[in-house]
């Protein structure tokens, strides 16, 4: 993942937050980040439908996104900027961006580069395992692979970069 601290002016990309009416049914982008500056950013792949994963948003991984048609996320473990791909070069080409109904979420449809995943573990998809919902409640709930394979080697992609999953 390649850091970036720089900010992005986003006075005259996002409009200001006046009307229910104006957020549920007009026309300029008015989006609302929670207390810590991010919302939710649910990504998935445009031809499928996949989802690929969830990420989050500040206002300048959303303005970046807009301006250069390649995703851009906040890392909450990092604390910083990124354009996804930037490292492993499996870049996101935003096919299709929406904003939900009072504009604090955000869906992406992607195109994947290189060789389709969007996961740092080395699979496809970020959502790799599922929970046993039909297993025995004793002790905690089960997982299944639901991905056969990776597709790709992480410790050849990202080397001896710092993993940015947190316990």
Sequence with gaps: ?????????????????????QVE???????????????????????????LMLGYMNGDALARTISTGEAHYWSRSRR????????SGLVQQVVDLRIDDDQ?????????GGGGASCHVGYRSCFYRSVALDAPHEGPAQLVFMEAEKSFDPQAVYGDAPNPTQL
């Design 25 to 51: 049914e007009g026309l300029a982008l008015a989006p609302k980040f929670d207390a810590d500056g991010l919302m939710p950013c649910v990504t998935t792949d445009a031809d499928s439908g996949e989802v």
């Design 104 to 112: 604090d979420a955000v869906w992406l449809r992607v195109s994947v």
């Design 80 to 87: 910083c900027l990124w354009r996804k791909g930037a490292t």
């Design 1 to 21: 993942m390649e850091p970036d601290r720089r900010n992005t002016d986003t006075s005259s990309l996002f409009a200001a937050r006046e009307t229910v009416e």
